[in-house]
């Protein structure tokens, strides 16, 4: 079937200590996301990419970085992981922007200790 | 950026009952969606509703949208012990040239067995 697949599922790191979350898609859509989403808050836009175009939001802080190297994969690094960095990281894809559905992957915890 | 406002926050019912939703945006936007998430995983598209559209029906599901009042709701029918999850709207907000959806707090659904 098709679909979005992030790893870890689970993942702790150190303060401080650099961490990448991947995430894959089997749908070839040109759109993927990256969403922070804290317990009871709504997922927050990190970033996007449009094929190869790199969007970042403007309060995207710059301890978080994404990498896109072909259409089936986007990583997201946290260059410096600190306590308030600890959330559920949603990966997303859409065939477009715009009219199209998101799909959506089921998260990696992260754990910052 | 703008962002959906779900209302209530929490509602808890049972099952058999009929469950409503609000959401509330302040700006105008091309289309609204609506998405699931169950406890600890990703967000799954229920419906997407178009400005031009005043309601739309999927399965159990009914949404309306009033642009008037810049509001929308998902009417869950006979709902189901299966159907306990959180319920996010998402309208337009305009990053890099493109319409990405930004999603609400969203409302937390209990239905009793």
């Known amino acids: 079937d098709a679909m979005v697949i992030q790893n870890p599922r689970y993942q702790v790191t150190q303060f401080g200590k650099p961490v990448t979350l991947s995430c894959s898609q089997t749908?070839?859509?040109?759109?993927m996301y990256w969403y922070q989403q804290k317990s009871s808050q709504a997922p927050k836009l990190l970033f996007h990419?449009?094929?190869?175009?790199?969007?970042n939001e403007a309060d995207t802080p710059d301890n978080f970085q994404s990498r896109r190297p072909n259409t089936s994969f986007c990583f997201l690094d946290i260059r410096s992981p600190g306590l308030g960095d600890a959330a559920m990281y949603l990966c997303a894809t859409s065939r477009t922007t715009g009219r199209n559905e998101q799909y959506f992957g089921p998260g990696t915890r992260l754990t910052v200790t | 950026s703008q962002q959906g406002e779900e209302d209530p926050q929490a509602l808890s019912i049972q099952e058999g009952e009929n469950a409503t939703m609000n959401c509330s945006y302040k700006?105008?936007?091309?289309?609204l969606q609506w998405y699931r998430q169950n406890s600890g995983r990703g967000l799954v598209h229920l419906i997407l509703i178009r400005s031009n559209e005043r309601e739309k029906h999927s399965g159990r599901l009914r949404v309306t949208l009033d642009t008037s009042k810049k509001s929308s709701s998902l009417l869950i029918t006979a709902s189901r012990a299966a159907d306990t999850a959180s319920y996010f709207c998402a309208t337009d907000a305009l990053v890099g040239g493109s319409y990405i959806p930004t999603f609400g707090r969203g409302t937390s659904l209990i239905v009793h067995p």
């Open positions: 749908l070839n859509h040109n759109v």
């Open positions: 990419y449009y094929d190869k175009d790199f969007n």
């Open positions: 700006t105008s936007i091309n289309n």
